[in-house]
């Protein structure tokens, strides 16, 4: 059975960190579904790449999803008070479904008190904010995996992949982007 995975973009958000796990869960057969955090369906990321979202993610029933992705970048700090999306990730987090950030991402599970529980990874640039934190590029702590930023976006998204699907489905994706996991 295919798994749905819900991706925020939201705006200045770093383009390898969101286009990448959209392209490997693809790959893996997954459903995914982009969804804007702001009024616009087209978002613009932090190098200036313009996407376009599926749809707005306040126009979204969330309870399809088995897996929410939140790639970082600037964007991070224009969310990160969203009361919307910090209740998003409550709702994902009590129903043990996987949660997936990276780079500064990690700040909105840090904002709802998450890093008290689980150890996380983040970029360095906002490493100063967690005190539960491990400096590997991606760390799997429960349902809940974190990574450094967009050099680990593979192995951050094959980790997700391999935490959903297991190892061979994992291997089957790296192997097909001649990637050594």
């Known amino acids: 059975m295919a798994k749905n995975i819900l991706v925020l973009i939201h705006s200045e958000f770093e383009e390898i960190?969101?286009?990448?796990?959209?392209?490997?869960?693809?790959?893996?057969?997954?459903?995914?579904?982009?969804?804007?955090?702001?009024?616009?369906?087209?978002?613009?990321?932090?190098?200036?790449?313009?996407i376009k979202a599926d749809c707005l993610l306040k126009d979204l029933i969330h309870d399809k999803y088995d897996a929410i992705v939140i790639p970082g970048g600037p964007g991070v700090f224009k969310i990160r008070n969203q009361k919307s999306i910090q209740e998003l990730i409550k709702k994902f987090h009590n129903q043990k479904k996987l949660i997936g950030c990276i780079c500064a991402a990690p700040l909105l599970?840090?904002?709802i008190g998450?890093?008290?529980?689980?150890?996380?990874?983040?970029?360095?640039?906002?490493?100063?904010?967690f005190k539960n934190l491990i400096p590997n590029k991606t760390v799997k702590n429960g349902h809940i995996i974190t990574s450094k930023g967009a050099g680990t976006s593979i192995h951050f998204?094959?980790?997700?992949?391999?935490?959903?699907?297991?190892?061979?489905?994992?291997?089957?994706?790296?192997?097909?982007i001649c990637f050594n996991f």
Not at 23 to 33: I, K, P, S
Request: with cysteine; net charge positive; proline share 3%.
């Open 17 to 50: 960190e969101a286009i990448t796990p959209i392209d490997l869960f693809r790959r893996a057969g997954y459903h995914v579904t982009t969804a804007s955090t702001s009024n616009e369906i087209k978002i613009c990321g932090k190098s200036s790449i313009l």
């Open 109 to 111: 599970l840090l904002d």
């Open 114 to 129: 998450l890093n008290d529980k689980f150890s996380m990874t983040c970029h360095p640039s906002v490493s100063k904010e």
């Open 157 to 176: 998204s094959l980790t997700i992949i391999k935490t959903l699907s297991g190892k061979m489905l994992a291997k089957r994706v790296a192997e097909a």
